[in-house]
């Protein structure tokens, strides 16, 4: 279509064309951003626009409308997540979300037929505002999400999303749109009529045009929720329809442990909403995201993702600038962890060479990765088309031909400082003098390891955590002979593949192994003293760590475990040194997961239980520790190691640990990080409590000087002043 008439105003994130076939195109496009957010000025320009489109369709001139974007691979992200940061009252909340409402009941109530066209990531508000349009088409660019994902911050929809998918999809998909957060594909999405059609991306000008042609034509009847026969059974009728609710209710429960308010605010109100007149529906939904949005969980949980954001503009752009290219990858070392980064690698389109020297470790690690893309494959994540040509990628090599076309090495191999070092000499005889060497230890030196080479200054830590394809954060480690563009392609890859990185300093365990190690020490003590495995976990899991510290053990692995407590324990002395549990336990032929016997018992890779056979290991002992003396001690030699690491500058800010520590161990994310979480708890409390179990338990408690200059000024991590 080409533009006749532009509307009037400089506001250039939102403009309205129409051509000369009286079709408009409001077009999203916010300067300086690549992708497009509903703040608050944009919804009052949508407004604004609405009142010229009533009166230009009153005067004949315009007979349809398509929302569109001019972002590649973005329609609309969602709301801007800052301005939702900053409500602070049950009334401000309430009035955003009504006036949120209100335009877009206004825009559904045009009278011409509107359009939403997705091409590319449709969130949160971009769907809303999508189901507020008679119809919406999406693109089969793999970049088309579409997807409602505010219980991820502790939120529900609060435009009109709960009251308008159920009547689009039927609610039990409703309910695992909105309650999972997970977007879904245009192929999905078109199986469930969430979309009238589904474009290709190659056609998608000409298929738009058609679409609205059709619609013109009146020959594209009005979806309704495509139900299967089971479906109609219990969406048509008031008791099937309870029996959804009531079972989404206890699988919300069993997911969140009642943690999380917002998927049981969610249900409530697609409950109370549906079949309920629009004018009684809408306020329900405003009032229930008011009460969720101030309340303490939306606000840690978007205080998270704000860092998360943050954290993605840790590098200034000028040191960005050095970034290289990453065209190729070459992954050294293909065991559990190079069989899943080097799947990471492929399933983001980068050409990737799995090398290891060992045939049968080459085929198990290929094997591994196969079988994470058709783990994606069931979750919907990518086709069988898709997951095959990306695992087409991966060149398996016992050689190291054509390294010279890769830009970027990273060495996974066994946790041994000379066998890494000899790995990084032979990749510096063979790749391109410009390519950057990565290892991804967990706790060995950078610098050492960097030291013999000719040139240091292009190696750099990326330690990726396990399971690699769930784990959200990558350390980014700089060494003390990294140079500024080794490092800013380190955490541009990390960024590419999805991940969230976080610069650390080259310190022993970096930050959350450091962090993680006096925990799982401390469980350790505590069974020697008699404590029980139950006991220990069940203490922490009540806290909200997705597991205890015992089986967390159990899944990294004894060996590799007592290998970093070792390596902590020579760099920082009896405060980190971890006691004898583990040499036992492997002694006693036990290594955790791996080989179906650790703290826990498994088979076919699944716990079936603790070892009640522990006993003879670890003797229980009456009347031990309470639970609440259980977390204290795990949790606050966690804080106080913390501190020691932001007084050596291992990170720069209390904020960093924070997000580390929920993206790299899952620290509940509720409670806003780690040393957030130790702000509620009061610092003072902590030190006292520390100096406490110092004296009777041992100088690893001793309090860290930066913790105790904090809470003798009453000053906390967020606000050290």
Not at 189 to 203: E, K, N
Not at 298 to 314: G, T
Not at 681 to 703: H, M, N, W
Request: with cysteine; aromatic share 6%.
């Amino acid at each position: 279509m080409t533009a006749n008439s532009t509307s009037a105003g400089d506001d250039r994130t939102l403009r309205l064309e129409i051509g000369s076939d009286r079709v408009g195109r409001v077009v999203f496009d916010r300067p300086d951003s690549p992708v497009n957010l509903l703040s608050a000025a944009v919804l009052h320009r949508i407004d604004s626009l609405i009142a010229e489109l009533e009166s230009r369709i009153a005067n004949g001139q315009l007979v349809a409308l398509t929302l569109e974007s001019a972002k590649q691979g973005s329609f609309i992200a969602g709301a801007d997540v800052g301005e939702i940061g900053e409500v602070r009252s049950l009334e401000q909340a309430r009035a955003a979300s009504t006036e949120g409402q209100r335009i877009f009941r206004r825009l559904e109530r045009l009278r011409v037929p509107t359009i939403s066209c997705i091409d590319g990531t449709c969130l949160g508000g971009g769907t809303e505002i999508s189901l507020h349009c008679d119809y919406r088409v999406a693109s089969d660019n793999s970049a088309t999400r579409i997807g409602l994902p505010e219980v991820r911050l502790g939120i529900i929809p609060g435009f009109g999303g709960c009251v308008k998918l159920p009547k689009v999809v039927g609610v039990q998909r409703a309910l695992d749109i909105i309650l999972s957060g997970k977007p879904v594909s245009a192929a999905r999405a078109g199986q469930i009529g969430l979309v009238d059609r589904v474009i290709p991306h190659h056609a998608w000008e000409r298929g738009t045009r058609e679409f609205v042609s059709d619609v013109l034509a009146d020959r594209v009847p009005k979806a309704t929720p495509r139900l299967s026969f089971q479906g109609k059974l219990l969406e048509l009728n008031p008791i099937g329809r309870k029996v959804l609710f009531s079972l989404a209710r206890k699988r919300a429960l069993s997911e969140t442990n009642g943690r999380y308010p917002a998927p049981l605010k969610a249900i409530d109100v697609l409950e109370q909403t549906y079949g309920v007149r629009p004018d009684e529906a809408y306020p329900i939904e405003s009032d229930a995201l008011a009460e969720l949005l101030v309340g303490d969980v939306a606000q840690a949980l978007i205080r998270v993702f704000a860092l998360s954001q943050d954290a993605k503009r840790a590098l200034p752009a000028s040191a960005m600038a050095a970034a290289r290219d990453i065209r190729r990858v070459a992954v050294v070392g293909a065991g559990v962890m190079g069989g899943a980064i080097a799947e990471l690698v492929a399933a983001n389109d980068i050409g990737t060479v799995l090398k290891d020297i060992d045939q049968g470790a080459l085929d198990a690690g290929l094997r591994h990765a196969a079988d994470l893309l058709r783990k994606a494959t069931r979750a919907r994540v990518f086709s069988e088309e898709e997951a095959g040509l990306k695992l087409a990628r991966i060149d398996g090599r016992l050689d190291y031909e054509g390294f010279e076309e890769v830009d970027l090495a990273i060495e996974a191999v066994v946790e041994r400082m000379m066998v890494k070092q000899q790995v990084f000499r032979d990749l510096e005889g063979v790749l391109d003098p410009e390519a950057v060497l990565a290892t991804n230890t967990s706790s060995l030196s950078v610098t050492t390891m960097a030291s013999g080479l000719d040139r240091p200054e292009r190696v750099v830590g990326l330690h990726f955590f396990n399971p690699v394809h769930k784990m959200p954060l990558v350390e980014v480690i700089r060494g003390e002979l990294t140079g500024d563009a080794a490092l800013a392609t380190a955490f541009r890859f990390a960024l590419g593949l999805g991940k969230t990185p976080v610069v650390v300093a080259d310190r022993p365990g970096f930050l959350v192994n450091r962090l993680l190690g006096p925990y799982l020490n401390e469980a350790g003590h505590l069974l020697d003293e008699g404590v029980s495995v139950e006991a220990i976990d069940e203490a922490l899991l009540e806290f909200g760590m997705p597991m205890g510290p015992c089986r967390l053990l159990d899944e990294i692995g004894f060996e590799v475990a007592l290998h970093a407590g070792r390596e902590m324990g020579a760099a920082f002395g009896a405060r980190l040194s971890p006691p004898d549990v583990l040499d036992r336990m492997i002694e006693d032929g036990r290594l955790g997961r791996k080989n179906g016997r650790g703290f826990y018992l498994y088979e076919n890779g699944k716990s079936t239980g603790i070892d009640l056979t522990l006993d003879s290991l670890f003797p229980p002992a009456a009347g031990g520790p309470s639970g609440d003396e259980i977390r204290s001690r795990c949790l606050w030699l966690m804080v106080n190691e913390a501190a020691w690491a932001l007084e050596e500058a291992v990170v720069d800010t209390a904020d960093q640990v924070d997000l580390a520590m929920i993206m790299g161990t899952g620290f509940p994310p509720f409670r806003g990080g780690l040393l957030r979480w130790a702000d509620s708890e009061g610092l003072g409390q902590i030190v006292d409590g520390l100096a406490r179990y110092e004296d009777t338990l041992g100088t690893r408690f001793a309090p860290a000087p930066l913790l105790k200059g904090l809470a003798g000024r009453d000053g906390t991590f967020s606000n050290p002043t």
